[in-house]
Nanobody, 116 residues
Framework: QVQLVESGGGVVQPGGSLRLSCAASGFVFRSYGMRWYRQTPGKERDVVAT????????TYADSVKGRFTISRDNAKNTVYLQMNSLKPEDTAVYYC?????????WGQGTQVTVSS
């Protein structure tokens, strides 16, 4: 079955950096685009970044452009989110995700807290 396991979250000061990882299994990783979402309490889960199956095409939410970078290693079945110049408003639970035949799959999420 599809499994997505995020890691790398934590507490960081404003202006700091974190690198999130998402280890995937149970499907042919290199065949699917991947996404990172984030969610804060009481709000919808919003897409942060997407990456194509080959890694050649990436997109970003306006709020993170120039600060976050999504990447993937198809040999390791892992997708990453490098987050630089973090702001307090980046505080959220971050999820990696993929869609297969119209069905979304989610990891358990990893908490990122940006606070001084």
């Amino acid at each position: 079955q599809v499994q997505l396991v995020e890691s790398g979250g934590g507490v960081v000061q404003p202006g700091g950096s974190l690198r999130l990882s998402c280890a995937a299994s149970g499907f042919v990783f290199r065949s699917y685009g991947m996404r990172w979402y984030r969610q804060t309490p009481g709000k919808e889960r919003d897409v942060v970044a997407t990456i194509s199956s080959s890694g050649g095409v990436t997109t970003y939410a306006d709020s993170v452009k120039g600060r976050f970078t999504i990447s993937r290693d198809n040999a390791k079945n892992t997708v990453y989110l490098q987050m630089n110049s973090l702001k307090p408003e980046d505080t959220a639970v971050y999820y990696c995700s993929l869609w297969i035949a119209g069905t979304p799959y989610w990891g358990q999420g990893t908490q990122v807290t940006v606070s001084s």
